[in-house]
């Protein structure tokens, strides 16, 4: 197929989790032998920050102004088998409009933030990506959020179709990797400054570094602001290129996991971040949300803690044995059903599905 997406970035991971969830979307669908194109407005902070300015599994076509690339992107629809476009897209809204006035075969969109578009469509009927007027002539509405926000996605806001699409990993680079002394800690956590996600990483981290002065501890991401009063034994990582990601989560203890606000309120939304790190055989400490269950095994393949002396209790008590055996579960269960291969297989399901709609065989009739 010739796909064409639209997405917030594939060049930079700075301050993003889209960047390495198209990358493993974008590379199984080019190993399985489709073409993609992919737009990205190319922004100051990515451009300072652009850890894969050359994908060699798609072209990149990046552009400062959607007025200088607007004929080419109707070029390229036009002769589009499926477009795409993706959630905080800076263009969304015209790329919309250029897609649904296309010829391109299957048009959809990829919401890698489906709560918070929500949140914002019931709110105020639009966000700075898209419109609810746009969503009923929709295709395919792929969503990294499942359970029952889908069927709110088809009840109340007349989507066609909405499947889950959750973010996946690539096992080549999202592995078991040796253990590096750099990044040996007790915890660490990688995520972008949020400010729903701090009180949260304050409790189960700051507060187990307090109450253990003699290990270590990292967080790695941007935007964290001035005035944050970081312990003593946590080292800052602005920004951690993705090809330390698998080195960082195979010399943790514990990774942290923490969700946003609105995910947690829709349940059923594991970040990219979460399945990298199982991939890695890490032993993984996450807030708890409706739905956790149906992706780890509280316990046996995921921590729960409810409370910073819980997360004390995991890092003293349990032994290496006992987290290896948790992040090797977990290892084994994503290798089993998250990996990018296995999202490509469903990309291609839901186009399938897709053109066998009552649309396309009325076209086909015509």
Request: glycine fraction near 6%; hydrophobic fraction near 40%.
């Amino acid at each position: 197929m010739r796909i064409v997406i639209f997405g917030l970035s594939i060049s930079s991971s700075w301050g993003n989790g889209h960047a390495t969830t198209f990358r493993a979307l974008a590379r199984a669908l080019h190993s399985r032998g489709h073409s993609i194109v992919f737009f990205e407005k190319d922004v100051e902070w990515y451009t300072s920050n652009r850890d894969l300015p050359e994908p060699g599994f798609c072209k990149l076509r990046l552009y400062e102004e959607w007025k200088d690339v607007r004929a080419e992107a109707r070029r390229e629809l036009d002769a589009a088998d499926v477009a795409i476009v993706g959630s905080y897209f800076p263009d969304g809204v015209a790329a919309m409009e250029a897609m649904l006035d296309s010829r391109a075969a299957v048009r959809t969109f990829y919401d890698i933030d489906t709560p918070i578009t929500l949140a914002a469509l019931r709110e105020r009927g639009s966000t700075s990506y898209l419109e609810a007027r746009q969503l009923a002539a929709l295709d395919v509405y792929f969503s990294f959020t499942g359970g029952p926000t889908l069927a709110e996605l088809e009840e109340n806001f007349g989507v066609r179709r909405a499947v889950p699409l959750y973010c996946s990993f690539d096992p080549e680079r999202y592995c078991s990797s040796p253990r590096l002394q750099r990044f040996a800690c007790a915890m660490s956590y990688m995520g972008t400054y949020a400010p729903d996600r701090q009180p949260k990483l304050e409790e189960l981290l700051f507060s187990a570094a307090r109450a253990l002065p003699q290990e270590k501890f990292i967080v790695a991401g941007p935007q964290y602001p001035r005035g944050i009063a970081w312990p003593a034994n946590v080292r800052r990582i602005v920004h951690l290129n993705p090809r330390w990601h698998a080195s960082l989560y195979s010399s943790s203890r514990l990774t942290l996991n923490v969700t946003r606000r609105e995910m947690v309120q829709a349940g059923y939304s594991p970040s990219v971040r979460l399945f990298e790190a199982a991939a890695c055989g890490a032993a993984i400490a996450s807030d708890n949300w409706p739905g956790l269950e149906s992706f780890f095994r509280p316990g046996r393949e995921i921590l729960l803690p409810a409370t910073a002396e819980e997360m004390v209790r995991y890092l003293c008590e349990l032994d290496e044995d006992e987290l290896r055996a948790i992040g090797a579960a977990a290892q084994r269960r994503v290798l089993r059903s998250h990996t990018s291969e296995q999202r490509a297989r469903e990309f291609e399901d839901a186009v399938l599905a897709a053109l066998a709609a009552p649309r396309f065989r009325s076209e086909a009739l015509r």
